[in-house]
Each structure stands twice: as structure tokens, then as C-alpha cells.
């Protein structure tokens, strides 16, 4: 290779071999950026994992949130519905129930409760049982059913109302949840005041029944003895003197008392025959109240307030006015100071009589045999006139009740059947 050769060729050799090393550094710097961009590259995608992890997460969250508000508002309407269908079946119950919790104190009542024991729910939640029942009885079972964790048999008590006596079959159980422990006490109980009312009925008449056989014996024994006394009194009567006269005419008298006495034992074991017209009651009280008032004069100084319903009622007039009579009667002598006699009437399908008075009023052990014969609380009458007006009242169907407390009064209830 001649000089001029190698001057020709070395330029282009350092032209190739700058030129590879601009090449080389060029290349290199692209493979340096294309790695920082594959960093930045792992790197934006790494965060975008982790932002769009998040949000999934959240949205699954908001999701589960949304889930379980649902359930939580149908278990919610659930409770509601089982709370209200129990509420429903309780107030339906024709029983009263009660519920007291650990303190013996008033959670709930039913409708049934409320009306038999005539009180407000609102007026007796949170009141102790011994505050609604008194102590004893009813109190006294609640009480020991918590104490004992044991329910109580049935039992019967008796509470006294300003409506009169309450008769009441009750039983007790534990309140628990389900897991046994004690949450209080349900009393169940069942108005049995008119059941007792018909049992004293049946019994009465039984025993009425018994007397008025007795006695139709007994009168008819010395109905005719005395009849042959009496004769014979009237034939020595035209024997004696003025004064011999005078005492025969004084046994006369007794031996007609006696006389009338035999009759109305009679009538009272006589079996009722009724003759059934329909009678305007409201004009029959007026008639009863007025004779009554009359006969006893100016001096009785009775006050009258008569509230009668109108219409007319099948009733045998003479025996009616004979049973509504002795009731004026007897509440007219209860009152020998005077006093205030109310005489209230309604029909319906039933014909209801009240007749209050203000006067002595009876003892509880003597109105439960106010309406056996002979049993009278007065001076004078021999005490057929109650017996009689049961009698006729029962001959109707129907039934006559007495309410009385000593130094309080007297009230009379008369209900008739219509139909």
C-alpha cells in the first residue's frame, strides 16, 4: 500500500469508527431511556392495580352495606309483623292476659283484661300486680311463680269492684326467653262473676224448691185444724158476754194472720201459671211506686226519680205488679227517715229493672238469704214478699239480683228475658 493509499483510507476509517461510537452512544441512551420508561411503565401500572383494588374493594363494601341494610330492614319488618301478629292474637284472646316482668310490675294487657277488670292500659302499665289485685290472691301467685319458676294451678278469687264483686279463674306461668332465663310472669285469667251468679240462682231454687214442697205440706196439715178452730170460736163466741166476745174476736184475728200466712205459702209452692199480655212497663212501675207511697201516707217523705224506657213488655200484669210491688215495698220501709228511691228501666231484647234505694242497706250474710222465706230483717211481716217476687221473676225467665251494703243502700236488679 503506497503512502498516498493510507492517507486516503485512514479519514474514512475515523469518520466509521466516530460515526460507530455516536451510533453506540446513541443506542445507549435509548436502551437507558426504553429502561426508565419500562420503570415508569411498572410503576404506573402498579399504582393503578392498587387504586383499582381500592375501589373495587369500596364498591364491593357499598354493595355488602347496601345488603345488609336490606336484610336488616326485612328483619326488622319480620319483628315487626311477628310483634304485630302476636299483638292481634292477644287482643282476640276472649281471656284476660296480663305480662309483669322481674319486678312484678305491668308490661302488657289485652283488650279482654282491660274490660273484665275495667281499667286503661295507658293508666296501668308500669302499676305492680299488688297495686291492681291488693295483696294476696292474685299478687300472691305472681310472686311466687317467679320466685318458684313454677306455674301456679287454676285457682278462683274474688275482687270487689264499685261495680259489685268480681269473681276470677286465674292461672300464672313463667316468662322466659330461650334460653330459661326469668323474664317475668303472664297471668291468664277468665271472668267468671255470671257463672257464680247462675250457680247461686240454681241453688236458690233448689232450696226454694225443697222449702215451697215443705211448706205446701205443712199448710195444707193445719189449714184445716185452724178452720175447725175458727168454727168452733164463732159458736162459743154466741155464748159469752160482752168481754168473752172480745177475746174470741182477738184469736179470730190472729188465726186470720195465720190464715194468710198458710196462703201465701201456698201460693209459693203453687207451680206459676202465667197469663202473658203485653203490658206497658212504664205505666206498671208508675202504678207499683205510687200505691206503695200512697198507702204509707205524707210521713214517709220519699223522694222518687223515675227514668223508664217506653215500650211494651209480655209479662202477666197481675203477677209483674204483685213482684214489683213488694221491691218498692221493701226498699220504701228500708228507709223509715226518708230518703231517695230511683227506679230506672230499659228493653231491649231483655226487660231491665233497677230500683235503688238510700236507706239501711243488709249486711253480705243477710242478702245471700234475702229471698228465702220467712227471712225478714224487720220488726213486722213474716218475709214472704222477696221469696214471692223471685219466684214470680224466675216464672219469667228471668232473674233478680240484690246489691247492698249495711248503711249504703239497697239495689234491686230485675232482668227479664223478651224472646
Known sequence: MTSQTFFILLPGVMIIAIGAIVVWGIARRYR???????????????????????????????????????????????????????????????????????????????????????????????????ELFGPGGIAQAVNETLGKKQPSARMETVLERSTGRLW???????????????????????????????????????RLKALGEMSAGIAHELRNPMAVIAGYLNLLAKKQDGAGRAVIKDVLTEISGMN??????????????????????????ETCVSTVLLAKGADARIATVLELGEGNALVDEVLMRQALGNLVQNAVEA??????????????????????????????????????????????????????????????????EVESKEGSGTTFTVVVPME
Open 168 to 206: 276470677l279463674g286465674y292461672t300464672t306461668a313463667l316468662l322466659s326467653d330461650r334460653h330459661g332465663a326469668a323474664l317475668g310472669v303472664i297471668l291468664s285469667f277468665s271472668d267468671l262473676t255470671e257463672v257464680k251468679r247462675l250457680q247461686e240462682q240454681v241453688e236458690l231454687q233448689e
Open 32 to 130: 437507558r431511556e426504553l429502561g426508565m420508561q419500562s420503570v415508569e411503565r411498572e410503576k404506573t401500572t402498579d399504582t393503578s392495580f392498587i387504586i383499582n383494588a381500592f375501589q373495587d374493594v369500596t364498591k364491593q363494601l357499598k354493595e355488602k352495606e347496601k345488603e345488609l341494610e336490606r336484610l336488616r330492614a326485612l328483619a326488622e319488618q319480620r319483628a315487626e309483623n311477628v310483634e304485630s301478629y302476636n299483638e292481634n292474637i292477644l287482643q282476640c284472646v276472649t281471656n284476660g292476659v296480663m305480662t309483669f316482668d322481674r319486678e312484678c310490675r305491668l308490661t302488657t294487657i289485652n283488650r279482654a283484661a282491660e274490660e273484665i277488670l275495667g281499667i286503661i292500659r295507658e293508666q296501668s302499665v308500669r302499676r305492680s300486680c299488688e
Open 260 to 285: 194468710r200466712i198458710i196462703g201465701d205459702l201456698l201460693t209459693f209452692a203453687r207451680p206459676t201459671a202465667l197469663n202473658r199480655t203485653a203490658v206497658n212497663m212504664r205505666e206498671l212501675i
Open 335 to 400: 228507709m223509715p227517715d226518708g230518703g231517695t228511691l230511683t227506679v230506672r228501666s230499659q228493653r231491649d231484647r231483655q226487660l231491665v229493672i233497677i230500683m235503688k234505694d238510700t236507706g239501711i242497706g243488709v249486711s253480705r250474710e243477710q242478702y245471700r238469704k234475702i229471698f228465702l222465706p220467712f227471712f225478714t230483717t224487720k220488726d213486722t211481716g213474716v218475709g214472704m214478699g222477696l221469696a214471692l217476687t223471685h219466684k214470680i221473676i224466675t216464672a219469667h225467665g228471668g232473674r233478680v
